[in-house]
């Protein structure tokens, strides 16, 4: 990172739109001069980019302007503000996002016309001492976890935070922070339904370097009654970079879902395929090397978004693997998973997975938490199975039948007790995939463990699972669980069956944008890759909307990159 301030300015200015600038701008101190009409439309002459804010010269040859204002947005993120001279200042922006921003003057008469939109990206001097990112985590009412990562550099480190922005009244002790290793804090005792601005304080270890990241902010566990958005990514397969994987796309959906300012971005697992190693030579540090890779794009939105990872066919965290030693597939996974992605352990606020892995400890695979008026519940399919879910890892002749993987007793049970203990108004389910293989949504969830069929439509789900009472299908209809969430076909699906809505999620970076799995999907409303989901939950309601993502070679009529491509609202 370059040791001085980028600006990402592009302008797209009107045709000299406006007329002439015959008066004069910027004298805000006349008094208002009476006029008969309102101004006609201003224009932006310049705008000048920088760290989470930009500032536009707003020019108009009307007379009397007592009001110069210039509105921002992206996605549903609306940044305004006003001045009375052509110079305004918009703050607030995120880092690395675009914004469209466009001005009006007003005068005694009224307000113009807006102005023709720029585009604004504005990119901040992050980390012009500290190469590398801060990842949070396991967010709740009273703490959070903050990992701090670098690849190349050692030093000291501390967070400065509080509740106003560019005032932190409080610190951690410093820490060491060696290159190649993630470090965690844990900030404690902190307000709930807040706010918090932070920075990280770095000095390098050969005092090469030394200074503070841009200033960040994360919210705290809402309270029931509350208005909040989160964001989800399908199946991003970084490691497929030559085919169904662009990074500068990848970078663009990270950022626009950055920018809906969400209290927490969920992926929906195969981010940290393993599957392309050769189980003859692989390590520990060709699994981590698969977790470093994701640090520098999920950075973009983890340093204000706590992520959620759902573990997925392609990560090859799965008991399978297990063989009573540290050294094996699914032991380098988890611990990598655990080590630079700060999940939640059983807690006062999550509740999860309280049995321990040997070689790992706690697994953090499953987990639930509740958030305004919303239960969150993440499931693992693969890791409690004693057979290969999905593909084996080296290849091989896939199980049998799917009733001999499970979910495991330990985990359905501690799903129904989360799902009928909590009084949450909206109850949301996630897992990779319908018992976390096949294609499809609704056309699955009829059977084996998740609806208690055989594929013939014969029923012995009593003798299979004689403990269950229901399967897992049932037990959300019985559950009022209102949207489960899918990755793994890579499409965008949507779909109900007995009052739960299955939505299957996009890949957020295919420059081919493919339409993958299609044809699995015999109804629903279906949309091909790439983009993210976002999701406003309110007291009103739960809103539910695709938006679309493109190269900017790719955009055109249609293909506007922060367009929704499909919403919906459920009560
Ligand atoms: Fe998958
Ligand atoms: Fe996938």
């Given at each position: 990172?370059?040791?001085?301030?980028?600006?990402?300015v592009?302008?797209?200015?009107?045709?000299?739109?406006?007329?002439?600038?015959?008066?004069?701008?910027?004298?805000?101190?006349?008094?208002?001069?009476?006029?008969?009409?309102?101004?006609?439309?201003?224009?932006?002459?310049?705008?000048q980019?920088?760290?989470?804010?930009?500032?536009?010269?707003?020019?108009?040859?009307?007379?009397g302007?007592?009001?110069?204002?210039?509105?921002?947005?992206?996605?549903?993120?609306?940044?305004?503000?006003?001045?009375?001279?052509?110079?305004?200042?918009?703050?607030?922006?995120?880092?690395?996002?675009?914004?469209?921003?466009?001005?009006?003057?007003?005068?005694?008469?009224?307000?113009?016309?807006?102005?023709?939109?720029?585009?604004?990206?504005?990119?901040?001097a992050?980390?012009?001492?500290?190469?590398?990112?801060?990842?949070?985590?396991?967010p709740?009412?009273?703490?959070i976890?903050?990992?701090?990562?670098?690849?190349?550099?050692?030093?000291?480190?501390?967070?400065?935070?509080?509740?106003?922005?560019?005032?932190?009244d409080?610190?951690?002790?410093?820490?060491?922070?060696?290159?190649?290793?993630?470090?965690?804090?844990?900030?404690?005792?902190?307000?709930?339904?807040?706010?918090?601005?932070y920075?990280?304080?770095?000095?390098?270890?050969?005092?090469?370097?030394?200074?503070?990241?841009?200033?960040?902010?994360?919210?705290?566990?809402?309270?029931?009654?509350?208005?909040?958005?989160?964001?989800?990514q399908?199946?991003?397969?970084?490691?497929?970079?030559?085919?169904?994987?662009?990074p500068?796309?990848?970078?663009?959906?990270?950022?626009?879902?950055?920018?809906?300012?969400?209290?927490?971005y969920?992926?929906?697992?195969?981010?940290?395929?393993i599957?392309?190693?050769?189980?003859?030579?692989?390590?520990?540090?060709?699994?981590?090397?698969?977790?470093?890779?994701?640090?520098?794009?999920?950075?973009?939105?983890?340093?204000?978004?706590?992520?959620?990872?759902?573990?997925?066919?392609?990560?090859?965290?799965?008991?399978?693997?297990?063989?009573?030693?540290?050294?094996?597939?699914?032991?380098?996974?988890?611990?990598?998973?655990?080590?630079?992605?700060?999940?939640?352990?059983?807690?006062?606020?999550?509740s999860?997975?309280?049995?321990?892995?040997?070689?790992?400890?706690?697994?953090?695979n499953?987990?639930?938490?509740?958030w305004?008026?919303?239960?969150?519940?993440?499931?693992?399919?693969?890791?409690?199975?004693?057979?290969?879910?999905?593909?084996?890892?080296?290849?091989?002749a896939?199980?049998?039948?799917?009733?001999?993987?499970?979910?495991?007793?330990?985990?359905?049970?501690?799903?129904?007790?989360?799902?009928?203990?909590?009084t949450?108004?909206?109850?949301?389910?996630?897992?990779?995939?319908?018992?976390?293989?096949?294609?499809?949504?609704?056309?699955?969830?009829?059977?084996?463990?998740?609806?208690?069929?055989?594929?013939?439509?014969?029923?012995?789900?009593?003798?299979?699972?004689?403990?269950?009472?229901?399967?897992?299908?049932?037990?959300?209809?019985?559950?009022?669980?209102?949207?489960?969430?899918?990755?793994?076909?890579?499409?965008?699906?949507?779909q109900?069956?007995?009052?739960?809505?299955?939505?299957?999620?996009?890949?957020?970076?295919?420059?081919?944008?493919?339409?993958?799995?299609?044809?699995?999907?015999?109804?629903?409303?279906?949309?091909?890759?790439?983009?993210?989901?976002?999701?406003?939950?309110?007291?009103?309601?739960v809103?539910?909307?695709?938006?679309?993502?493109?190269?900017p070679?790719?955009?055109?009529?249609?293909?506007?990159?922060?367009?929704?491509?499909?919403?919906?609202?459920?009560?």
């Amino acid at each position: 990172m370059k040791n001085f301030i980028l600006l990402a300015v592009f302008l797209m200015l009107a045709s000299c739109g406006g007329g002439g600038n015959d008066s004069a701008t910027g004298s805000g101190t006349a008094p208002p001069i009476a006029v008969s009409t309102p101004p006609g439309a201003p224009t932006i002459s310049a705008v000048q980019a920088s760290d989470g804010a930009a500032t536009f010269t707003v020019t108009s040859s009307a007379s009397g302007v007592t009001t110069y204002a210039v509105n921002c947005t992206a996605g549903n993120v609306n940044r305004s503000a006003s001045a009375g001279t052509s110079s305004v200042r918009v703050t607030g922006l995120t880092n690395g996002a675009t914004y469209s921003c466009s001005a009006t003057v007003t005068n005694s008469a009224g307000s113009s016309n807006p102005s023709t939109a720029v585009n604004v990206t504005p990119v901040g001097a992050t980390t012009a001492a500290f190469r590398g990112d801060v990842i949070l985590g396991s967010p709740s009412n009273d703490s959070i976890k903050v990992n701090v990562f670098s690849s190349t550099q050692s030093g000291s480190i501390t967070i400065a935070y509080g509740t106003i922005s560019g005032q932190p009244d409080r610190q951690t002790a410093s820490a060491t922070l060696q290159a190649g290793k993630p470090y965690e804090f844990t900030l404690t005792n902190l307000a709930a339904n807040s706010r918090y601005f932070y920075r990280l304080q770095f000095t390098a270890a050969d005092g090469s370097s030394s200074g503070s990241t841009d200033e960040t902010s994360f919210q705290t566990a809402r309270p029931a009654g509350s208005t909040f958005v989160f964001a989800i990514q399908g199946d991003s397969h970084p490691e497929r970079e030559r085919t169904t994987f662009n990074p500068e796309l990848y970078r663009r959906t990270i950022a626009a879902a950055a920018a809906d300012q969400p209290d927490f971005y969920i992926l929906m697992g195969d981010d940290f395929s393993i599957d392309q190693f050769d189980p003859a030579s692989i390590t520990q540090p060709l699994v981590e090397s698969r977790y470093t890779l994701q640090r520098p794009y999920l950075g973009i939105i983890g340093k204000q978004a706590p992520l959620f990872l759902l573990n997925g066919n392609h990560e090859q965290a799965a008991r399978y693997l297990l063989d009573g030693t540290p050294n094996n597939p699914a032991v380098w996974a988890q611990n990598s998973r655990n080590s630079l992605y700060s999940q939640p352990a059983p807690d006062d606020f999550y509740s999860g997975n309280t049995e321990p892995v040997t070689h790992v400890g706690l697994l953090r695979n499953y987990f639930a938490w509740t958030w305004g008026d919303a239960l969150f519940v993440v499931i693992d399919p693969y890791w409690a199975s004693p057979v290969a879910v999905d593909n084996i890892f080296g290849g091989g002749a896939r199980r049998g039948s799917l009733w001999d993987v499970t979910h495991g007793n330990t985990q359905y049970l501690w799903l129904k007790n989360t799902l009928e203990k909590s009084t949450a108004k909206y109850k949301f389910v996630f897992a990779h995939h319908v018992m976390g293989t096949g294609r499809g949504g609704i056309e699955l969830a009829g059977l084996y463990e998740w609806g208690g069929k055989n594929p013939n439509g014969t029923t012995d789900f009593s003798t299979r699972r004689p403990t269950w009472g229901n399967p897992i299908h049932q037990l959300m209809v019985a559950n009022k669980v209102k949207i489960f969430f899918q990755g793994h076909d890579h499409i965008w699906v949507r779909q109900q069956l007995d009052g739960v809505t299955y939505q299957t999620l996009p890949q957020p970076a295919d420059p081919n944008y493919a339409f993958d799995n299609e044809a699995a999907y015999l109804s629903g409303d279906k949309f091909p890759n790439s983009g993210y989901t976002r999701v406003t939950v309110s007291p009103g309601g739960v809103k539910v909307e695709y938006v679309r993502m493109y190269l900017p070679a790719d955009e055109g009529p249609g293909k506007a990159s922060g367009s929704v491509a499909f919403a919906y609202t459920l009560p």
